[in-house]
């Protein structure tokens, strides 16, 4: 049975930094990219960043680019979410993800996931 735990949500100021941390367990996913997904209050899931779980290529939203960095440990089976300069429009619920592998940031859908954490809280204040 997969898993995907999160962990690192929280409340933080404008401008500050945050980590997501999502373990992964169950079975192996070298061929699927890991991806995070976010969904703010009245807002539909979107795309944050993904990465592809064996070669390491990343994706990510124009939203988040240059302000937040996703990476792997395979060792840990382990991905993070680097979050710097926080904003408050980056409120929201934080999902960890496995998603077929795209080469474009704008082809990862919430629609096409095919397994989901729980979520953690990521609350940004001005």
């Known amino acids: 049975q997969v898993q995907l735990v999160e962990s690192g949500g929280g409340l933080v100021q404008a401008g500050d930094s945050l980590k997501l941390s999502c373990v992964a367990s169950g079975r192996t996913f070298s061929s699927y990219a890991m991806a995070w997904f976010r969904q703010g209050p009245g807002k539909e899931r979107e795309f944050v960043a993904a990465?592809?779980?064996?070669?390491?290529?990343?994706y990510y939203a124009d939203s988040v680019k240059g302000r937040f960095t996703i990476s792997r440990d395979n060792a840990k089976d382990t991905v993070y979410l680097q979050m710097n300069s926080l904003k408050p429009e980056d409120t929201a619920v934080y999902y960890c993800?496995?998603?077929?592998?795209?080469?474009?940031?704008?082809?990862?859908?919430?629609?096409?996931?095919?397994?989901w954490g729980q979520g953690t809280q990521v609350t940004v204040s001005s």
């Open positions: 993800a496995v998603s077929p592998l795209y080469l474009s940031g704008s082809s990862y859908s919430a629609k096409r996931v095919l397994y």
């Open positions: 990465i592809h779980w064996r070669g390491g290529s990343t």
